[in-house]
């Protein structure tokens, strides 16, 4: 039902065992302690744990390890850690296409079905870095180009990464290797569970290589803007690459939390280094409320056409109903409660005059739908 939405907007809060960050560059710089203060907050609030590297162009400006690669043996991170990397892997496909084009092995003009003759032959491999083909599922344009990969060069996709990036030394990339100290990625039900093995075969090319953040920060071309991110849904990994063209200032988040904050992460990156405003997630605890402020937000709200919900008082306390659903909203700033036994939260808005019309549903801390105010109530309501 709609209404269960509200109650469990998010599910996948991950517990938290260690926070510590084995790995800073310029640690009494102002950036890097803001930095550094934003990724313990979302670690604190079981959302993150990984990797975030910044460069401006060649040079290292900073580099910083959170949280565990292993949470069930206690292994931190190390610069040599590889994550699954999910979309980030095309770039790497893109490299290895232009890599056979300058060895002439093959040309962007070249049609697919020179290489693989059941394809269309009206498309080009151009067709296919570019996205000017099967637009609605980018992954079916970038596995079949690593299989024109595999056919141009009479090499497996794994060869060709391998000589790749030993030729601009990549250290810790691959598609299919065995004995690797990979981070193990992570979901959450209830609490923290190693997520299941998931075959990425008929995803090789698109979203089936692991590296690192230094590795994909030696593959950025500068030149060109970029800004990638996302999770992988089945396989506790989250990531996130953005590059400035302008500033030639590449930020780069690698997770091995089943969580889109990734992208989030990067953004407040991109504002700290850039002097802008950012918001700080705000801790999953009781914030000492004055209860007085509880009757400007108790009322009824509207989702949409099918969906209307009550915040009503109760001995100082603010609950939601929902149907048969109450659920207590604990105070954990002057206008945001959070829910205890799921990831959701309230945020309550006031307009220019000081009232509140609206309240904003919280992914965990992520804004998400907005429900308007439709009716106001400064009485307390008698539950069970």
Do not use: W
């Not at 079916?140 to 060869?159: C, D, F, M, P, V």
Request: glycine share 4%; with cysteine.
């Amino acid at each position: 039902m709609r209404h269960i939405i509200i109650i469990t907007i998010l599910l996948s809060i991950v517990s938290c065992k260690k926070n510590h960050s084995n790995h800073n560059i310029f640690h009494t710089n102002q950036i890097s302690v803001e930095i550094d203060t934003l990724a313990h907050r979302y670690l604190q609030l079981n959302r993150f744990s990984g990797t975030i590297l910044v460069t401006k162009g060649d040079s290292l400006v900073y580099m910083s390890h959170f949280g565990l690669s292993n949470y069930e043996d206690s292994i931190v991170f190390t610069d040599s850690t590889p994550f699954k990397i999910g979309n980030l892997s095309k770039v790497f496909t893109s490299k290895l296409i232009h890599d056979l084009k300058h060895k002439n092995q093959l040309k962007l003009s070249d049609s697919v079905s020179k290489f693989l003759p059941l394809e269309n032959s009206s498309v080009t491999i151009d067709n296919l870095l570019n996205n000017d083909i099967y637009s609605s599922n980018e992954n079916i344009a970038y596995n079949t180009l690593g299989k024109i990969i595999e056919a141009s060069s009479g090499k497996t996709y794994q060869e060709n990464l391998h000589n790749y990036g030993k030729k601009i030394g990549l250290k810790n990339t691959y598609y299919d290797q065995q004995n690797t100290n990979q981070a193990r990625g992570y979901l959450y039900e209830g609490k923290l569970l190693m997520s299941p093995t998931y075959n990425l075969q008929n995803a090789f090319s698109s979203y089936g290589i692991k590296s690192t953040a230094k590795d994909i920060a030696k593959i950025i071309d500068y030149s060109t803007e970029m800004d990638i991110s996302g999770f992988l849904e089945n396989d506790g990994f989250s990531y996130a690459l953005k590059n400035n063209s302008q500033t030639k200032t590449a930020i780069i988040v690698l997770s091995n939390r089943r969580h889109p904050v990734a992208s989030e992460i990067s953004n407040a990156v991109e504002a700290i280094l850039t002097n802008k405003a950012y918001r700080l997630p705000i801790l999953r605890k009781h914030f000492d409320i004055d209860t007085a402020l509880l009757k400007d937000y108790s009322g009824t709200y509207r989702l949409n056409a099918n969906l209307i919900f009550d915040v009503i008082i109760k001995k100082d306390s603010l609950y939601v109903l929902l149907g048969e659903n109450k659920v207590h909203l604990i105070p954990q700033s002057s206008n945001q409660f959070y829910m205890k036994e799921t990831d959701a939260a309230m945020r309550f808005i006031k307009d220019s005059t000081g009232v509140t019309n609206e309240v904003i549903l919280l992914n965990g801390f992520l804004d998400g739908d907005s429900a308007k105010r439709i009716h106001t109530s400064t009485k307390p309501t008698q539950i069970p």
